[in-house]
């Protein structure tokens, strides 16, 4: 299979409709392609609401963006995506928080953080070679490079799988920065204030005993040295 090539980068702007405006804060809000799918990007884990028979389900999931859709995976009989492949909606969170902001009244205490809330239908890809793409991105978003330095699956092993594909038809962005802000009563309190920056951070690798001796690969040692940088204090 050949390399899928890297998606556009994102234009136009979710069109602002009454179920994606952000109502509170709403100068938090944000609506443009670049901002939500960055944010998109860097998450890892997704939050996928839908309503099954009646009932308000939430699933967490491992996800990946390829263009203006999230891909997902899992056994045959999921349940989550069984309830994609029968189109019908559903609704995706993805947050990240990036530092904790202490304010010296407790009414004001906060967090940095970047959200995003998405809505769409999806399908399942049933073609295997449609499969095995969808497969490659989930690989190489999880890390990158490792579809090309491992065995890839075989036809029978893309088969015992489900990957859904949901487009993504509507979104909205939520971000808050800076440091903490006390109302002028509560600035002269003698109690400290300010910002924590928070990231995820990667480990030293743990090579498994049946990969004794198999050298870390190239790719992954340089994604490793991009995610394990500790998070740097906020200027505002």
């Given at each position: ?6 998606a ?5 702007a ?34 996928v ?13 491992l ?13 045959v009989?999921?349940n ?24 010296k ?16 239908r ?6 295997p ?7 490659y991105w ?6 990158p ?5 491992t ?20 979104a909205?962005?939520k971000?808050?920065t ?22 995820q ?20 040692q340089?994604y ?9 204090a906020?200027?505002?």
């Open positions: 299979m050949k390399t899928p090539k890297p556009s980068p994102p234009t136009e979710f069109p602002v409709t009454e179920r994606n405006r952000v109502r509170r804060y709403a100068k938090r809000g944000h609506y443009d392609r670049e901002t939500v799918y960055a944010i998109l990007d860097e998450g890892m884990v997704c939050q609401a839908f309503v099954q028979e009646g009932r308000p389900m939430v699933i967490p999931t996800y990946a963006r390829r263009g203006d859709a999230l891909l997902l995976h899992g056994a009989g999921n989550l995506l069984q309830h994609i492949g029968a189109g019908h909606e559903v609704a995706v969170n993805v947050a990240l928080i990036d530092g904790l902001v202490v304010t009244a407790v009414k004001g205490l906060s967090v940095n953080y970047r959200s995003v809330v998405l809505f769409g999806g399908r399942l890809l049933e073609d070679a449609e499969k095995q793409e969808a497969l989930l690989t190489e978003r999880l890390v490079g490792h579809w090309q330095e065995n890839q699956p075989s036809l029978e092993a893309i088969r015992g799988v489900a990957v859904a594909e949901i487009t993504i038809e509507s909205s962005a971000v808050r800076g440091m903490p802000h006390d109302e002028p009563a509560d600035s002269d309190l003698p109690v400290w204030a300010g910002y924590v920056p928070i990231a951070v990667f480990g030293e690798p743990v090579t498994a005993e049946h990969a004794a001796g198999a050298p870390l690969p190239k790719a992954l340089d490793l040295a991009r995610r394990s940088q500790p998070p740097s906020f200027k505002e």
